[in-house]
C-alpha cells in the first residue's frame, strides 16, 4: 500500500496515511479487505491537510481557488449572479500546470469576456 500511496500523494502525506488509518502500510493493496478500502478512501476524501506554512510570494507561481464556475456564464463569462459584471483569469476557481496555462486561461477568458462586452455595448441603441 505504502507504494501505491507514494506514486498519488507527496512523500510525508502517503507515509501518514497508513497509521492514521490503523491499516499497515506493508499490505498489498489486494489484501485489503472492502471495509479497509472504504476506510481508505474515506479517510483519504476527508483528511483535512491544513496549511502551516509557505514559501512566501518569492516562490508563488500560481493560487487556486476563487468564484466557482458554475457562477458564471461560459460563453460570456458574465456572473449568474451579478448582472454586468464578467470575470476572468485567476479570479475563477481553475488553476492549471505550470507552463503557462494560467496565463493562457487568463487571456482566452478575457478575449471570450470582451467579445460578449461588445456584442453588449453594440446592441444598446445610441452606442458602439
Do not use: H
Amino acid at each position: 500500500m505504502k507504494g501505491a500511496l507514494a506514486d498519488w500523494l507527496p512523500a510525508s502525506v502517503a507515509a501518514a496515511v497508513p497509521g492514521r488509518l490503523g491499516v499497515s502500510a506493508d499490505t498489498r493493496l489486494g489484501r485489503l479487505t472492502r471495509e479497509d478500502r472504504r476506510r481508505l478512501i474515506r479517510g483519504l476524501l476527508d483528511w483535512p491537510l491544513p496549511v502551516t506554512a509557505s514559501r512566501g510570494y518569492d516562490y508563488a507561481e500560481v493560487t487556486a481557488g476563487g468564484v466557482p464556475l458554475a457562477e458564471i456564464e461560459p460563453g460570456t463569462m458574465a456572473s449568474r449572479r451579478c448582472p454586468g459584471l464578467y470575470l476572468v483569469g485567476e479570479i475563477l476557481d481553475v488553476d492549471g500546470r505550470i507552463g503557462g496555462f494560467n496565463f493562457q486561461w487568463a487571456w482566452s477568458t478575457g478575449w471570450v469576456a470582451a467579445g460578449a462586452l461588445v456584442r453588449v455595448v453594440g446592441s444598446r441603441p445610441g452606442e458602439g
